[in-house]
């Protein structure tokens, strides 16, 4: 390979169930260029929940993808991914955050927009030629954009297979959270915006590692939980990893203790909220019968929509993308999904349950950032050091929770897009 | 009873002096049993219960949150920031009862790994008189950079 790449990114050793990462794979510039092409040029990448955006001519600006974007529902009641760019010279025509509005101006030489992306105003137009034509300078929508269930994807490539196939048995997990709802799910007010100097395939691993749980976590698992009323017996992380297809990855924990505000009450939201959530789960098991019901209320999940996509329905439902914007460095966007129908009341435990876990302030994400950078500073050792294991559970017939099944899924999945090639590399490990 | 102008600068300036200093305990001490500890996310004014925050601690959490830093396995805390913060700006508005909404400027500076941040913001401080001093009953918040990406905000604000 060029620039000196070691001869294989990843070592996949079926027979003696060994599995091992290239370390360069985290701290390579080469690396990243490969996969801004050839990962985040291609995948289905998260862009938005139309509920951000429920009326017409609604729009948010953001990044997907280190591209600018407007996530905007037209007057029409479609909902664009816009590249937030003029056709003109290439302003920004949106600067703003948030709003509600029939048209963008650009405010350099005025052309304007309406909120489909049509070029519906030129000052001057007068003064173009006849082959000037403004229909074919509407803004640019992003190559693909497609929904499931509220979530709006967008691709770069425009001949990516369709969403749905590309989501493969990630969508049963995708169900089990938009079941939660009769109404559908909705996200709440407020982005945690925070970042990390680590890699962001790191985060990818760790969003859906059941290992790091009690020892990162020891307290929150091991002190807070059973302060707020639960049996420390009850403490335990036993659930099961699942590869999905396409790279997507979910690991599923029955019972955790955490409470979950659909629909496992837990001691600290008082007995008089119990006979309100136990009804909540019985209705579930009436839409759905007992097994679903089970499942969509009484066991958590960290879901990996690859590349970048995680929506982890633990004690609350966190839905979370990242895009790196050097090797050592992500900025990450993290929002709370709920159902739209949802109390006041309960509205403010599934708030708490977030905010005491999650985010820069939370109770665990700051001490997983901590774990992650002290895993990229450790890489600077990457000359003598090469390569990471994350064989764990390899060879086991059901992979547990605490295995590594679902990182290897993940990158069996990058390995191929960046190399090009089917199966990694098989050789024996080192 | 008038208020104490300077009383109450002083409060503040010991408050700043306990969380600089990682003095926890002393720290919650200064809070009313009935508190409210917040720092909003994206904008000054939200709904905190209708809108996603950074902290938003009733005493519970806060408490929860000074053990976990005190457990020696808050690794974001491990090793802890140093940190010095400048209290200015303050203009007091008396209430009810003795009670003041204090407003004031703060600026942070925090090293860590080898690498220093800046944080500013303002703070808005309900006070209730307690004996001879006051105990914190609200504290809000309003970072500078609410609306940005914050890479750990673990230590004390």
């Given at each position: 390979?060029?620039n000196?790449a ?14 091992r ?10 690396v990243l ?14 862009a938005?929940?139309?509920s ?8 948010r ?12 529902r037209?007057t029409?009641g479609q909902?664009r ?5 003029c ?13 509600t ?11 304007t ?11 001057g ?5 006849e082959?000037f034509d403004r ?10 954009t497609?929904?499931?269930r ?7 490539n ?35 915006l925070y970042s990390?100097?680590a ?16 020892p990162?976590?020891?307290r929150y ?6 302060d ?13 990893a699942?590869?999905l297809g396409?790279g ?14 659909v ?16 009804a ?7 839409r759905?019968?007992?097994?679903h019901?089970y499942?969509i209320?009484k066991?958590?999940r960290n ?6 996509l ?17 090797p ?6 993290a ?5 739209k ?13 977030f905010l005491?876990f999650?985010?820069p ?5 700051p ?22 294991d994350?064989?764990?559970g390899?060879?086991?017939q059901?992979p ?5 099944l ?7 999945r990058?390995?191929?897009?960046i190399?090009?090639?089917?199966p ?7 | 009873?008038?208020v ?13 002096r ?11 001490s ?6 409210l500890?917040w ?5 000054d004014?939200i ?16 408490e ?7 457990s020696?396995?808050?690794y974001?805390?491990?090793p802890?920031?140093?940190?010095r913060r400048v209290?200015?700006?303050i ?13 004031s ?6 090293l860590?790994?080898?690498?220093q941040?800046t ?5 808005i401080?309900k006070l209730?008189?307690q004996?001879a001093?006051?105990k914190i ?8 950079n609410?609306d940005?990406?914050?890479?750990n905000l673990t230590?004390?604000i």
């Open positions: 390979m060029e000196g070691p001869e294989s990114w990843v070592i996949d050793n079926h027979k003696d169930g060994l599995f990462v290239h370390r360069r794979t985290f701290t390579d510039p080469h260029a490969l996969e801004k092409e050839r990962v985040f040029a291609q995948c289905w990448l998260y938005g929940h139309e951000e955006i429920p009326n017409p001519g609604d729009f600006t953001r990044q997907v993808a280190g591209r600018p974007v407007i996530l905007v037209g029409d909902v991914v816009l590249l937030n760019t056709t003109h010279r290439g302003a920004q025509v949106c600067r703003e955050k948030s709003g509005t029939k048209t963008f101006q650009c405010a350099y030489h005025a052309w927009y309406n909120n489909q992306g049509e070029l519906v105003g030129v000052p137009e007068d003064a173009y030629s082959a229909r074919q300078l509407g803004l640019v929508t992003a190559p693909r497609e929904s499931y509220g979530f709006v994807f967008v691709s770069f425009p001949a990516m297979e369709n969403l749905v196939s590309y989501l493969a048995g990630a969508r049963e997990y995708l169900d089990l959270v938009c079941d939660q709802s009769e109404n559908g799910m909705e996200i709440i007010s407020g982005t945690q990390m100097r890699n962001w395939k790191l985060l990818v691993e760790n969003s859906i590692d059941g290992y790091h749980a009690l990162t976590h020891k698992f091991l002190e807070f939980l059973p707020t009323g639960v049996e420390v017996q009850r403490m335990r992380i036993a659930g099961t699942k590869s396409n997507h990855a979910v690991i599923a924990n029955p019972e955790i203790p955490f409470g979950r505000p629909a496992d009450w837990i001691p600290a939201w008082g007995e008089a909220k119990k006979a309100e959530i136990e909540m789960y019985q209705k579930l098991i009436a759905f019968g007992a097994e019901a499942n209320a066991v958590s879901l990996l929509i690859f590349p970048n995680i929506i982890n329905d633990i004690m609350s439902v966190t839905v979370r993308t990242f895009f790196p914007l050097a050592d460095y992500i900025e990450i966007s929002w709370a999904l709920a159902p129908e949802e109390s006041p009341e309960n509205r403010v435990l599934r708030l708490d349950n005491t999650l985010g302030g939370g109770f665990a994400t001490d997983d950032v901590e774990m992650l950078e002290a895993c990229q500073r450790g890489y600077a050792n990457v000359r003598e050091v090469e390569w990471s994350i064989s764990r390899m060879t086991r059901a547990l929770a605490s295995d590594e679902q990182m290897q899924v993940f990158w069996r990058w390995n191929e897009l190399t090009g090639s089917r990694a590399r098989v050789r024996e490990a080192a | 009873m008038p104490d102008h300077h009383q109450i600068e002083n409060f503040l300036y010991r408050e700043a306990l969380m600089d200093e990682h003095a926890y305990d002393e720290w919650l200064l809070w009313a049993e009935d508190l500890y720092v909003p996310c994206n904008e004014d709904d905190p219960q209708r809108h996603v925050s950074i902290i938003y601690d009733t005493r519970p959490f806060l929860d949150r000074i053990e976990r830093l005190k020696g396995v808050a974001a805390q491990e802890k920031s140093r940190l209290v200015s700006n203009e007091i508005e008396e209430g009810d009862n003795g009670e003041v909404t204090v407003y400027n703060f600026n942070l500076t925090e860590r790994r080898s690498r941040d944080f500013a913001g303002r703070t401080h209730r008189p004996g001093s006051f009953t609200y504290k809000k918040v309003l970072l500078v609410n940005e990406v914050i890479d230590f004390l």
